[in-house]
Structures are given as structure tokens and as C-alpha cells.
């Protein structure tokens, strides 16, 4: 039997995270502690965040929880490998007691708490653990507005041109054939993924660009779902059913593969679930991995993949691509070597000209989209923020966006 | 029209609109509560029933969602297209089965020897207690269904395990790990109101649905001890119990006796029976509906009957006022109506009788007049006329006589001042006195009178007696004429004691009842004499004109007395008993200061 995600992957990625910190827990933790009237509550998924990304939002400047060189107004402590805690520090001028009621009207600080799991995520809003979330999947969303009525569901549009994917690392020795690649592509059903398991309420995505950019690419090549043409690609492609498991196999080699995904999420699941049974069909094996967003993070930094299923949000800028993908050169995380979209991203750095940049960055598009270095699932339309409004008001700003944690303020109760 | 000054909770409307009301009322209430009694039956009834039937049939929902998730696992299990299946076809198929059907977490097949052969868990371990309990209940070539079990995640599980067989022979299972939470929103559907709750759980009190949800990740019990040990042996019905917030609730039960579970659907008592308070309170509202339309009906029909009453009362005062023209108006053809009629008919004879009484009066007045005139101007008259002739008879003689003329003269003078005083006394008779009134005390007007006349009754024998219980008594009275009617009297006692005597003269306060509400009160001003006293014959006569039995007596002191007083608005009494003496009473009223 296979050891599971949480030994194979996350506590590992914790442990390297969180090792040198845990010096500090308790007995300090211990002695800086808040009361939770006094602070906010994130609930935070190990799939979905990155611990070493995260940053909080304090005077209109983002300051990420460890790292940068900028001084912090926080102090961040390590309480165990699920709670992290940050703790405002008090402008020095404004000393005021902390029984002052004025200072305890907005937080004092967050306790980022992460969860393995949606559901158990789920379960502590409900429990009324946890003060802020946000969840993809709107069934979540809905099964916490069935049990309480403290919470606001906010939907939120996600930032433009956020898109899931399936990304593919070039230096598999058959991923990097762009036949598979097609062949992958056309084997996924996406419509019956945006329909099923998103309700519709997502776009299908041919590129890394929403609609509504300026960079936003019509006339890309759709990879819609044909399972046969599939099949005939990667038979012409000399992948041939000789596996008695059915697994396509060439010169002995079965076409499998293994595919990270964000572990604990719930639409992240289905997703795989789907996908997996989608390239199944046409006799590919894959091994889906759930890893939390660090590992995630590491294995495609490093490397260390097949595929995986990764949710981005691309700048509009050739350098969102390039970043991304890499400069077409192969030296990049997923080894993505194109002369072509090497050139034009090169081209691209001297570029001034707005109307020759887009044109440079469709171009990029086309070749990424011939390659099929990612299997573009869909641009997400809502994200939705759980917010403990029976704790806070003040949590919107004028646009109806949740606005930085420290400028909620905590009811007061009667 | 006169209203009679009665206190309204002896009016005759009062009285009748009150026993109209009782008699619309009594009966109503009596129905009404007969209704609310008969209805509030009746919905308890309903209600129990209604939530007991929504508990039973809520439990087929949650038995079909587990009996398809086990029918669909058994049927996987024993699919040829499974059995005949490789590794990848059959990974295709329980991934399938768990993305389309959201009961299922997650299906694994297994070997015969527990060893995972693919799964849609991704590499979640799984507990070894349970595989050694699903491997023995799937050796045994039966189907396996676990007890419901708290994820880390704290929602309810279950274990189903069905053997996959060629030939009957075991060579793998599949084990599913079925998600509890998709029955909470049968739970929910089974809400009968606005705070009721609906709840599944073990026979141990563990809430497996609830519609608080928070009572299942928290792992909390039921705690209603009977009702469960009720489920436990089958049985389902209806409790009411107070719960641990004090909260009366009606709970329905009922058992989902294959999983060993209950289902209890719970409201408080106060919501699960509103409909009985809310036609409790539409019977009570249409009672008082009715009793006020038929307050104003009766306040009406008494009204009615009541009206003519009034008049006839009012006609009644009018006339014991002396308005003998005053006729009742047409009131009716009953027999209120036929009262009226007849006592206008009445009040006409009255009327004649008054005329004729009148009549009469006025001839004995004039009867009495002319044997007067013939008896006291007469004499004088042939007193004169005898001498006049003497006169004569002395002035025809050569000597005359001026001690005899100057004698005739006299006499003739004095009968000529006979008449004259006579005539004036016909004029004080005839014209009634005008009265000036003022605020008067009595005391001083009796004090003024006692002090003037005391000298000369003295000599006589005669002691006079102050009895004035209340002193200082203000009258608005004609002092003088009053004071002329009590030396009036005062001297008709001094004259009846010739030998002497005792005359008291008493002062006091009298009322009496006009009528039930008037009361009228008056200054009681009594000269008792110890004389000889007035005989019965004499004394309803006393008050007459020219009644006198004193020799030189004219008969009209008191007459006038007694007019004057009469004009005041007073009354003058006399008692007396032969050799006992006399008592005059002078009712003169107090109230008359303010007319």
C-alpha cells in the first residue's frame, strides 16, 4: 500500500517550513496570545495556500508573512504546524492601553489556521472557528449558509485571467511529444467539467487570457473534447494498446503518468476524478498525487513532475507567459523549449510599442497553444469569501471586495 | 325631554341592555367555548398525526439513498463488465460511480486478502480495524455494513463492502466509504416550521443529520432517553417534553430500524400548535364580534322600549308640577302606547276636574263673600241708617242737642271705618302680596320679635322659649312680611294662654325627598303654646278668610299668614289638642337664598 499525501508530501513541506520556527513555540507563543474576540480567524486550506506565500495587506502595502527585505509592521509567530499567528504592532505614538475600547475595535492580529481538508475547513466555519475563508467550490459555499446564518457568502469574481490548467513537464520523455500533448487535450471534457462540477458558472479556456483582455487570443486552435481523435493521434504516435491492463504501451513503455493536484479540495477532486477517467478511456494511466500547494509549489519550481493541475493568474505582459512557462529555451520549471516562442518572447523584452506587444504576446499564445504546453481547463468566474459577520463589520470597501483584515472592525456585542 | 335623575345602575335601559347582553352572551360563550374545546381536539390530533406521517415517510428517503448507494455497489460488484474488467476499467468504473454519485467518498477494491488493488482515495490510508471485520463479513461472501463513525473531518461515515464473485467464489470486494452529510438535506426537507427540527441519529443518541449542524460536528448526543430506548424497540409516536432550554417541544418519532437509527422530527409546542391558537383567538374574536353587535342591538331595541317609559315620566313630573295641558306624544301602538293614551285621557279629566274644583271655590269664595257683605256692612249699614234718623229727629227739634248730634256722629263715624277697614281688608285678600326678598337670619328675625313683644306677654303669665337647634339659619325671604306672619301667630298663642302659659318658639333644619334624587330642604319654625287649644271642628278651617272664634277676631290673620308663606314657597301646619295647646310649623325653604 501506497503511503499517503499527508506522509508523502505535506509533512515534509511543513516540517521544512516550519522547522527553524518551532523554536519559538510555546512558552512565547504562549505568552503573546490574543483572544480570539480580538483577532481574525483565516481558515486556510494546505492545497490551496502556500504558507511561504502568503502576505498580509497593512496600510495599502503588502507585506508577505516571512521573507522581503522591507521592515514589517507584524510580528509573526509560529504556534504549531497548523497556526500561524501575526500580531500587529502598535504605531509608537499611538500607545494606548490595551483595554482601550478604541484599540479593540479593529483586530489585533490573524491566526492563519490550515486544514488538511475542505471539509474539515467547512466544519470549523460552521463551528464558528474560523472568522475568514474563501472556498472555490459553491457547494461548500452552500452547505455553510444551510447550517449558519452568521456567515456572508460573498462571490467574488477571481482576479482576470485566472485559469486552471493541466500543465505538462517537457522533460518527461513522452509528455514532451506534442502529439500526446494534443492527444491529452482533446481527451479532456471539459464542457462536461464546467457543467457538472462548476455548474456552468466558469468560461472554457483555449489560452492563458480572459475575454475581456486586451490580450485575449480568438483565434486559437480548439482542443475540444474528441476521445477518437485522441486515439489516433497517439496511435500514430506509436502508442498502441498491447498492455493487458489496457494501458497503451510503446516499446514496452505504458503511458502513464502522474499528475500533482491540490490535495483536500473538493472541486479539485472531481476535477482529477474526471480527468483521470476521461484519459482512461483512451488508455492512458494516470496516477493522480494530492499535494499541498507547497509541495506543489517545490515540485514544479524544481521540477519534480509529470503534470499537474495548477490553477494561475497570468500578468498581462509577455513576462506573465514567460514567467510562467519560461523563455521557450527549456531551461524553465517545466523545461518548455520552442524556438519560436523563444524568439518572440525575446522580442518581446524591446518592445515598446502597445499594438506590437499584443501582437508579440498572441503570437507566444499561438505557439503555446500548437504546443499544448498546458491543457487550459477554464477561467473560474467566482471565488467565494466566507466572512464572520456576526464577529465583524466594515469587512467590505465601496466596490464590495473584502477590504485588509486590519481595517474590520469587531462588533461589539451586547 | 325630562330625563328622571335615577342612577344609571337602576335605570330600567341599564338593566334591560344588561340582560339582553347576558342573554346573547351566555349562550355564545358557552358555544364558543364548546368549539375551541372541539377544534383544539381536533388539531392536536392533525398535528400529531400530520408529523408522525412526515417522520415515517422521511425515513423512506434516507432508507433509499442508503439502499441505492448498497443496490449500487452490489451491482458494480456483480457487473460482468467489472468482472471481466482490467485493472483500468475497473478504476474507471468506481471513479465514475464516486463522481456521479456524491454519497460515495470514496470506493477501493480490494483482493481477497485486503491488499488495495486501485481506489478513487488517491493513496488515503485506510483503517485496518475495519478491513479485518469488512474481510471476514466479505469471506463469508455477504455484504458489510459498518456503524456510523465520525471522520477526522466530523462528519458521519459508513462502511458498505459488497464480495465480488465468479462462481461463487470471492476473489476481491469493493469497499465504499459513504458520506452521511447527503442526507442531511433529506433531514432538511422534513422541517414542519419555522423553529422546528429535524434530526437522524444512532441508537446510542449520536446525531447523524441534524438541521443544526453544528450538533453533528460538535458529535453531540440526543438526549431524550425514552424516546430513544422507544425507537430502539421499533416503536414510533409522539412525545411532548421539555427540552434542556425549557422549551416545550412536541417531538414525532420514528425508527430506521435496518440501520439501527431513529428519525425525530421536533417543534415547539407553541409553533405546532399556532393554527389551534389562531382559531382559538377567530372563535373568541367573532364572540366578542357578536356580543358587541348585539350590545348595540339591544342598546337599540332597548332604546325603544325605554323611550316612551321616559316621556311618560317626564309627562308625570310635569303634571304633579301643576301642567295639567302637558300630553304625552304618540308613542307607540303597545301597550306603552295605550298608557300614554290613557293618561292623556287622564290628565284632560284632571284638567276638567280642576276647572270644576275651581268653579266651585270660586262660588263658596263668593257665597262666603255676600253673607259677609250682608252680615258686616249691613249692620253698620242700618246702624248708620237708625242714626241718620236720630240725627234727624234731633236737628227737627227748636233745642238742639249737640251732646246727642255729636254722640250720632260718632257712631256714624265708626261704622263708616267699620266699612272702610273691611273694604281694605277685601283689597289685602284679593291683590297677593309682592315680596321683596333678602338674605335673612331666622334667629334674628324670632330674637327681634321676642324682644318686642316679651314686655307685653309677661305681665300676662306668659314665658317665652328659645329652642333653636340650629342657629344662624339664612333665608332669603321678605323680612317683613314674614316677620308680620310670625307675630301673627305668636299673638293667636299669646291669646289662646289667657291665664298664662309657656310658648316655645323652636328654630330647625327639615328635609325631605322630592323625589328619589331631589332633595329639598327647608327651615322648620314652630310656636308651641300650652292654651286651651283648637277643636277638631275648628281646625281645618282656621286658615279661611273671616274664620275667627276670638269675639273681635277679623278671620284673615292667618289666611294671610299662610299666603304669604304659600308665595315664599313654604307650607304652615297647625296641631292642637283641646286643653293641650297648639304647635304652628313654618316651612319656609333654605334653598331659596340661590333662586
Known amino acids: 500500500m501506497r503511503p499517503g499525501p499527508a506522509v508523502r508530501f505535506i509533512l515534509p513541506a511543513l516540517l521544512q517550513m516550519l522547522g527553524p520556527g518551532l523554536a519559538l513555540y510555546p512558552a512565547a507563543a504562549q505568552?503573546?496570545?490574543?483572544?480570539?474576540?480580538?483577532?481574525?480567524?483565516?481558515?486556510?486550506?494546505?492545497?490551496?495556500?502556500?504558507?511561504?506565500?502568503?502576505?498580509?495587506?497593512?496600510?495599502?502595502?503588502?507585506?508577505?508573512?516571512?521573507?522581503?527585505?522591507?521592515?514589517?509592521?507584524?510580528?509573526?509567530?509560529?504556534?504549531?504546524?497548523?497556526?500561524?499567528?501575526?500580531?500587529?504592532?502598535?504605531?509608537?505614538?499611538?500607545?494606548?492601553?490595551?483595554?482601550?475600547?478604541?484599540?479593540?475595535?479593529?483586530?489585533?492580529?490573524?491566526?492563519?489556521?490550515?486544514?488538511?481538508?475542505?471539509?474539515?475547513?467547512?466544519?470549523?466555519?460552521?463551528?464558528?472557528?474560523?472568522?475568514?475563508?474563501?472556498?472555490?467550490?459553491?457547494?461548500?459555499?452552500?452547505?455553510?449558509?444551510?447550517?449558519?446564518?452568521?456567515?456572508?457568502?460573498?462571490?467574488?469574481?477571481?482576479?482576470?485571467?485566472?485559469?486552471?490548467?493541466?500543465?505538462?513537464?517537457?522533460?518527461?520523455?513522452?509528455?514532451?511529444?506534442?502529439?500526446?500533448?494534443?492527444?491529452?487535450s482533446y481527451a479532456v471534457n471539459r464542457e462536461k467539467i464546467v457543467r457538472q462540477f462548476l455548474l456552468n458558472r466558469a468560461d472554457l479556456a483555449r489560452g492563458p487570457f480572459e475575454k475581456e483582455s486586451r490580450f485575449y487570443a480568438s483565434g486559437l486552435k480548439d482542443f475540444g473534447y474528441n476521445p477518437k481523435k485522441a486515439i489516433t493521434l497517439l496511435e500514430e504516435a506509436g502508442w498502441l494498446e498491447t498492455n493487458k491492463e489496457r494501458i497503451r504501451t510503446r516499446n514496452g513503455q505504458p503511458l502513464r503518468f502522474r499528475l500533482l493536484f491540490p490535495e483536500g479540495m473538493l472541486l479539485k477532486e472531481q476535477l482529477v476524478r474526471q480527468i483521470k477517467i476521461d484519459w482512461n478511456q483512451i488508455g492512458i494511466d494516470v496516477v493522480p498525487i494530492p499535494v499541498s500547494a507547497a509541495a506543489l509549489n517545490d515540485s514544479l519550481r524544481?521540477?519534480?513532475?509529470?503534470?499537474?493541475?495548477?490553477?494561475?493568474?497570468?500578468?498581462?505582459?509577455?513576462?506573465?507567459?514567460?514567467?510562467?512557462?519560461?523563455?521557450?529555451?527549456?531551461?524553465?520549471?517545466?523545461?518548455?523549449?520552442?524556438?519560436?516562442?523563444?524568439?518572440?518572447?525575446?522580442?518581446?523584452?524591446?518592445?515598446?510599442n502597445e499594438n506590437g506587444l499584443r501582437q508579440v504576446v498572441l503570437r507566444m499564445q499561438v505557439l503555446l497553444n500548437e504546443d499544448q504546453a498546458a491543457t487550459f481547463l477554464f477561467h473560474p468566474w467566482l471565488t467565494i469569501h466566507i466572512i464572520n459577520a456576526a464577529k465583524f463589520e466594515n469587512y467590505l470597501n465601496q466596490e464590495g471586495l473584502p477590504r485588509p483584515f486590519q481595517e474590520w472592525v469587531i462588533r461589539k456585542r451586547p | 325631554m325630562l330625563v328622571p335623575r335615577i342612577p344609571i345602575v337602576h335605570r330600567l335601559f341599564t338593566r334591560l341592555l344588561v340582560s339582553h347582553i347576558l342573554l346573547v352572551s351566555i349562550p355564545l360563550l358557552i358555544m364558543g367555548q364548546i368549539l375551541v374545546t372541539a377544534a383544539q381536539r381536533t388539531i392536536e390530533q392533525t398535528i400529531f398525526e400530520r408529523n408522525l406521517e412526515i417522520a415515517r415517510r422521511s425515513s423512506w428517503p434516507v432508507r433509499a439513498t442508503l439502499g441505492r448507494a448498497r443496490d449500487l455497489l452490489h451491482l458494480s460488484a456483480q457487473s460482468p463488465t467489472f468482472l471481466t474488467s482490467d485493472r483500468m476499467g475497473q478504476e474507471l468504473m468506481i471513479n465514475n460511480l464516486v463522481n456521479q454519485y456524491p454519497i460515495f467518498k470514496k470506493i477501493s477494491l480490494f483482493d481477497t486478502l485486503g491488499q488495495e488493488i486501485s481506489s478513487t482515495a488517491y493513496g488515503a490510508t485506510i483503517n485496518p480495524m475495519r478491513r479485518a471485520e469488512v474481510l471476514a463479513s466479505v469471506r463469508r461472501k455477504q455484504s458489510f455494513t459498518s456503524e456510523v463513525y465520525m471522520a477526522e473531518e466530523k462528519l458521519p461515515l459508513m462502511d458498505i463492502a459488497e464480495p465480488v464473485m465468479v462462481f461463487e467464489e470471492v476473489i476481491a470486494f469493493l469497499w465504499a466509504e459513504v458520506d452521511l452529510k447527503t442526507i442531511w438535506a433529506l433531514v432538511d426537507s422534513n422541517l414542519v416550521g419555522k423553529d422546528s427540527e429535524a434530526f437522524i441519529f444512532r441508537f446510542d443518541g449520536q446525531f447523524i443529520a441534524h438541521t443544526d449542524r453544528r450538533l453533528v460536528l460538535e458529535r453531540q448526543h440526543y438526549k431524550a432517553g425514552d424516546i430513544i430506548s422507544a425507537i430502539a424497540?421499533?416503536?414510533?409516536?409522539?412525545?411532548?417534553?421539555?427540552?434542556?432550554?425549557?422549551?416545550?417541544?412536541?417531538?414525532?418519532?420514528a425508527p430506521l430500524a435496518e440501520e439501527k437509527w431513529g428519525i425525530v422530527i421536533q417543534q415547539p409546542t407553541r409553533e405546532a400548535f399556532a393554527p389551534m391558537r389562531t382559531v382559538r383567538f377567530q372563535v373568541f374574536a367573532l364572540m366578542l364580534l357578536g356580543v358587541i353587535i348585539a350590545a348595540l342591538v339591544a342598546a337599540l331595541y332597548t332604546q325603544q322600549i325605554v323611550k316612551p317609559v321616559n316621556q311618560l315620566l317626564a309627562g308625570i313630573e310635569k303634571i304633579s308640577g301643576g301642567d295639567l295641558k302637558y300630553r304625552v306624544r304618540r308613542i307607540g301602538r303597545d301597550e306603552l302606547g295605550t298608557l300614554a293614551l290613557h293618561f292623556n285621557a287622564m290628565t284632560t279629566?284632571?284638567?276638567?276636574?280642576?276647572?270644576?274644583?275651581?268653579?266651585?271655590?270660586?262660588?263658596?269664595?263668593?257665597?262666603?263673600?255676600?253673607?259677609?257683605?250682608?252680615?258686616?256692612?249691613?249692620?253698620?249699614?242700618?246702624?248708620?241708617?237708625?242714626?241718620?234718623?236720630?240725627?234727624?229727629?234731633?236737628?227737627?227739634?227748636?233745642?238742639?242737642?249737640?251732646?246727642?248730634?255729636?254722640?250720632?256722629?260718632?257712631?256714624?263715624?265708626?261704622?263708616?271705618?267699620?266699612?272702610?277697614?273691611?273694604?281694605?281688608?277685601?283689597?289685602?285678600?284679593?291683590r297677593p302680596p309682592r315680596l321683596e326678598k333678602a338674605p335673612q337670619r331666622l334667629d334674628d328675625l324670632l330674637n327681634n320679635l321676642i324682644k318686642v313683644e316679651v314686655p307685653e306677654v309677661l305681665p300676662k303669665g306668659i314665658r317665652v322659649i328659645r329652642k333653636y337647634r340650629t342657629p344662624g339659619l339664612l333665608v332669603n325671604i321678605d323680612a317683613k312680611k314674614i316677620y308680620q306672619v310670625f307675630l301673627n301667630i305668636f299673638l293667636n298663642s299669646v291669646q289662646a294662654m289667657p291665664g298664662g302659659g309657656r310658648l316655645t318658639i323652636g328654630l330647625d333644619v327639615y328635609s325631605r325627598n322630592v323625589t328619589e334624587s331631589l332633595k329639598r330642604t327647608y327651615a322648620a319654625i314652630t310656636f308651641e303654646d300650652t292654651g286651651k287649644g283648637i277643636s277638631k271642628e275648628h281646625l281645618p278651617k282656621i286658615f279661611d278668610f273671616y274664620f275667627s272664634t276670638k269675639k273681635n277676631g277679623s278671620g284673615i290673620g292667618l289666611a294671610i299668614a299662610q299666603q304669604i308663606i304659600e308665595k315664599h314657597g313654604g307650607k304652615i301646619f297647625v296641631k292642637s289638642k283641646i286643653g293641650k295647646g297648639s304647635k304652628f310649623t313654618v316651612y319656609l325653604p333654605i334653598n331659596s337664598i340661590e333662586e
Open chain 1, 31 to 184: 505568552e503573546l496570545a490574543l483572544p480570539r474576540s480580538q483577532i481574525v480567524i483565516v481558515g486556510k486550506l494546505v492545497g490551496q495556500d502556500d504558507y511561504r506565500q502568503l502576505s498580509v495587506q497593512v496600510n495599502n502595502s503588502n507585506f508577505l508573512l516571512e521573507g522581503g527585505d522591507q521592515a514589517k509592521p507584524f510580528e509573526l509567530l509560529r504556534r504549531s504546524a497548523q497556526l500561524l499567528s501575526v500580531i500587529f504592532q502598535i504605531p509608537a505614538g499611538d500607545a494606548r492601553p490595551v483595554s482601550s475600547s478604541s484599540l479593540e475595535l479593529h483586530p489585533r492580529g490573524i491566526d492563519f489556521r490550515f486544514f488538511l481538508s475542505e471539509r474539515s475547513l467547512i466544519s470549523a466555519i460552521i463551528l464558528e472557528e474560523i472568522d475568514y475563508a474563501t472556498l472555490d467550490s459553491e457547494i461548500s459555499a452552500e452547505d455553510i449558509q444551510k447550517a449558519t446564518t452568521n456567515f456572508r457568502i460573498l462571490p467574488v469574481k477571481p482576479e482576470s485571467n485566472t485559469v486552471e490548467m493541466i500543465c505538462y513537464n517537457f522533460a518527461h520523455n513522452f509528455l514532451r511529444e506534442r502529439a500526446v500533448r494534443h492527444a491529452l
Open chain 1, 302 to 352: 524544481r521540477g519534480r513532475f509529470d503534470a499537474a493541475l495548477v490553477r494561475n493568474r497570468f500578468e498581462e505582459a509577455a513576462t506573465g507567459l514567460t514567467n510562467f512557462f519560461g523563455d521557450g529555451s527549456g531551461k524553465g520549471s517545466f523545461s518548455y523549449a520552442n524556438l519560436g516562442f523563444q524568439h518572440t518572447a525575446n522580442l518581446s523584452r524591446n518592445l515598446l
Open chain 2, 233 to 253: 424497540g421499533g416503536g414510533s409516536g409522539h412525545k411532548v417534553y421539555t427540552d434542556a432550554d425549557g422549551v416545550e417541544m412536541l417531538a414525532v418519532y
Open chain 2, 349 to 430: 279629566k284632571l284638567r276638567r276636574i280642576q276647572r270644576k274644583l275651581q268653579r266651585s271655590q270660586r262660588f263658596e269664595i263668593l257665597n262666603k263673600l255676600s253673607a259677609v257683605l250682608s252680615h258686616e256692612i249691613r249692620n253698620p249699614l242700618n246702624s248708620m241708617v237708625i242714626n241718620m234718623q236720630l240725627m234727624r229727629r234731633e236737628f227737627n227739634k227748636a233745642e238742639v242737642d249737640h251732646k246727642k248730634l255729636n254722640y250720632f256722629y260718632q257712631i256714624l263715624s265708626s261704622e263708616i271705618r267699620r266699612v272702610d277697614d273691611l273694604v281694605s281688608n277685601f283689597l289685602l285678600i284679593s
